[in-house]
DNA sequence: CGGGGTCATTGATGCAAATCAATGACCCCG
DNA sequence: CGGGGTCATTGATTTGCATCAATGACCCCG
């Protein structure tokens, strides 16, 4: 079984339990990035039963995982690449509300249908459960609702913090914000690196932020040419975290 | 027993149960606001334990509930006046992410620290949870659980709608669809009016829609002489649907 | 190597909304 | 009734970001 779960790294030493699908982990009891995730104590009964209802799938990029309003059939783990999460206005002005990374899940919410439209960025793996199936293997399962129901208020949590975003900051301190956020989620993914990738086009980035892919771009150059970041291909490197923080901090 | 509940008139004709706390309802099957609120189908034990861990309590305006950060004590359900929950950036930038009216609840979340800071608009009356009875009642009760999570996923999906609003919706879009969303949300607690109250100030309809308190005023008084609302003391009418709902249409 | 495609950068210009600045409309209370 | 407080409206002006318009940097593939 493929390991996808984001907390293998930064639980470092402690039992990681093999996981694809991303609703058990390891036993690191004191990390704090474990209730992030949606991570019970599942017992290997648990783990059996939840494997055979998940299957595995590769998508090319820009592929549509699922769209706006449709039936909601299925709930994924990503376990390899970046989905963007957006919705969009009749006449096509589009706003990501969000990138799924490595060992996030999409339509944890469990409703009938889903809020938004995912496509891949990137060439991406997931992990597929059928709804019915994960409801059922669920239901049962009180503490792992609990979890559930953690993880939607941290993205409920996380949705309120980008409304600020977009409502009240300007383009720079958007900017510096993402490259922020970027870094962080990627490090906890395990991609510790003085350079944060970007996968996805500008123009997806400006739709994340409320932002046009040209000022995306002259911000970014200007970010540089006060050697704040470094562009780099695919990506961005952090040079003065002190400036940023001062642009993006919460 | 006060009633609180925000599907009584929705659901006229079904045989409704007293709730001040918002957490049962009434067996009305077909009722499609039913999924919005948090109805299970308690009995009459369950509520008898849920009404001895509740307390009503009435808070003048501009009363603070709770603040953002601070640990979570408590579980409020709003039974009457408006709350707004914000997110400030430390220069005093100020973003609503939502106002809370009668029948709906905060800090249901479950979350060790509230994301936002919750303040009373006008005079409110609520019925407050100390968090570990209201974790205690709800964690033997799946059903509720999952209720519970429904709910968390519709407030999620409405955070989301916001962020469209937020980031690529015109002023005059954000009015529109803020003054139609308005009329829907007092329609559904019962307060069926030609007259859209709008308890809440031009700064905080501003710090909600991310604009200017200016912007606002000017918005609303161009809708007017255009004929599409009518500004009436502390709410509007809404004169032209159709005009309205072009605008502000998601 | 060269042409066409996609995407990013850069510059010139425009405009929607912010900012600055009065003025007006109520209140409340002495 | 009148003065001070708060909040909303309206007007003049500025500005941050959008829009319009080229140009540049890669790719891929023939």
Redesign the pocket.
Known sequence: MRIADPLQDSCAGAATRDCRHGLATNGCEDCKVRLFSVCAALEVPELEELDRISQAREVPARTTLFEQSTLAGSVFNVTDGVVRLYKSLPDGRRQIVGFALPGDFLGLALQDRYGVTAEAVTAVAVCRFARPAFLAYVDDKPHLLRRLHEFAGHELSLAQEQMLLLGRR???EKIAAFLLNMQARYARIGTVSVTVPLPM???DI?DYL?????????T??RLAREKVVL?V?DGVRLLDLERLKLAGAS
Chains 1, 2 share one sequence.
Request: hydrophobic share 35%; charged share 20%; net charge neutral.
């Open positions: 300007t383009a720079e086009s500008r123009q400006a409320g932002l046009t892919i040209e000022t995306v771009s002259r970014l150059t562009i291909p």
